[in-house]
């Protein structure tokens, strides 16, 4: 290569594969920077989701009222006790679920215990989650909080929505030793006692929900009944 020509090929592989290093760096370097407040803006979301379950909505200070309500993140045992959870906070709960850690939030709304339980799922287009409060009878629902990745907006995205949302409270959880607590077709509740009507048009996702919380709350079975 002579000395100036910046046309040769050796010239162009050199300048691309220092501009391929630099870019790497820069971009491993800002992911380093900003990853601590990534985590965090995901930890405050998630403490967010939890508190719309126990129906504490439009919040300011996330960190500030989740400390106020939500007591103790706790771990089931296998004869239904709990434990503290001494493995730090978790926002994703597919992988705690995984690892048989269930976990269920003990709180105290205005002098009454409640328990909020994770629930994690698979919609029409993609992963669906949410979190269901209990009151401390352990079966009746206080509230329930639900949301997606990526549902059609107007029918299974309609999961997220407090209308939804509220036609679980004062529903029953437990029905003859298994989980009841239903998302049935639209229109084709039978029982409300235990079901809630599907999205109209969100067939796939309401089926979604409903099977999520049949296996995530079948975790905490033997919770709700030892009492």
């Known amino acids: 290569m002579k000395k100036g020509d910046t046309n040769s090929n050796s ?19 800002t992911n380093i920077v900003l ?45 239904g006790t709990l434990v503290v959870n ?24 205005n002098g009454q215990t409640k328990y909020v339980f994770p629930l994690n799922g698979v919609g029409l287009w993609g992963p669906i ?5 209990l009151n401390d009878d352990r079966n009746t629902v206080y509230g329930a909080y639900f949301s997606h990745q990526s549902e059609t ?8 929505s407090p209308q939804f949302q509220s036609e679980f409270k004062r529903l029953k959880v437990m029905k003859d030793g298994k989980v009841g607590l239903s ?25 979604g929900v409903d ?3 049949k296996k995530c709350l079948s975790n905490y079975i033997v919770f709700f009944t030892n009492q």
């Open 11 to 29: 010239y162009i592989l050199i300048y691309a594969s220092v501009i391929v290093v630099v870019v790497a760096f820069l971009l491993a370097f």
């Open 211 to 213: 099977a999520m919380l």
């Open 129 to 133: 989650w949410g979190y269901v409060a």
């Open 153 to 160: 907006p107007g029918l299974g995205a309609e999961i997220a």
């Open 86 to 109: 001494s493995g730090g906070f978790s926002s994703n709960y597919t992988t705690e679920f995984s690892k048989k850690r269930f976990h269920i939030f003990q709180c105290d709304v």
């Open 183 to 207: 998302v049935v077709k639209y229109g084709k509740v039978v029982d409300k006692k235990y079901e809630v009507d599907g999205i109209s048009g969100g067939t796939i996702t309401s089926k």
């Open 35 to 79: 990853r601590p407040r990534q985590n965090r803006n995901i930890e405050l979301d998630t403490k967010r989701q939890i508190l719309a379950a126990l129906n504490i909505t439009d919040v300011k200070d996330v960190e500030a009222v989740y400390n106020r309500y939500v007591k103790l993140d706790m771990l089931l045992q296998l004869d």
